[in-house]
């Protein structure tokens, strides 16, 4: 294309930026690059002023998708500018690991930068590093595919892209991701542990206290040494289990105890206090 073609092509952009920076217009700036896309994909020769152009159309559009929160369909909407997908510029690739990883959804950049790392014509693309980089720290790493990214470090790819030095500082953070995810699996399981008490624990405090409640009914009123024992029993139970009111774990436990202690007490008292009432009726 001449100059003078390119000339509206310059002053399209330059308004889609307008909007976007400056009137804070992102559908404007989204149908402004569409209809400069739609321009340039007409044209039969595509040199690299024209590539440039193209760039910078999906540049602002990426922006403007985001800003108005329709980031799950910037990679579709890349994709049908560029076809083949693996055509896309690395500094887009870029752009839209970083989109998605801060979404935290980097599995839906996962086939697309595979693809694209696999595509001999990217090998010399100057951020063909960078685009590595950035799908092991951004794509692999969140989704825990550390063995892929174990792999793409320490192959072809990385032989020809890092020195010795950054391969081993790259493996010695994957070293460190993979212990935080197994401590934090540890934890998870502990903590799930100690939040959900066993019905088998559980099912032996109510019978003990059951037993001890039956006990009690058929010991009679005056039977304080026994009272004493079951007091006893109960705090000690409490202590062993380190029942602490203050947690949502203990919940259950605190409520069957209370119940069972009341109705214990029913039994052990209320006979006398229907025989005091009788006498002071009489």
Known sequence: MSVSELSPLHEQLLTAAEHLMVHLDFQKTLDVCNKGLESLSSEETQDSRCAELKAGFCTLGIQALAEMNQWPGVLSWLQQQYQPSTEIPARLIQMCILLYAKVCE???????????????????????????ELHVLHVLVPLGLTDEARELITGDVGRALFTDEQRRAALDVLDEREREDVEKRAQDQRDEVTERPGPTAVQRLENLLRFLSRKFSTAGSGSFPVRKVFLALVLLYMLFFRLDPAQSSAFLWISKLLQLLKQTWVAMFAPHYQAVAQSKGL
């Open 106 to 132: 980097p599995g839906l950049m996962l086939q697309q930068v595979r693809l694209w790392l696999l595509c001999p014509a990217n090998r010399g693309s100057p951020g063909f590093r960078t685009v590595v």
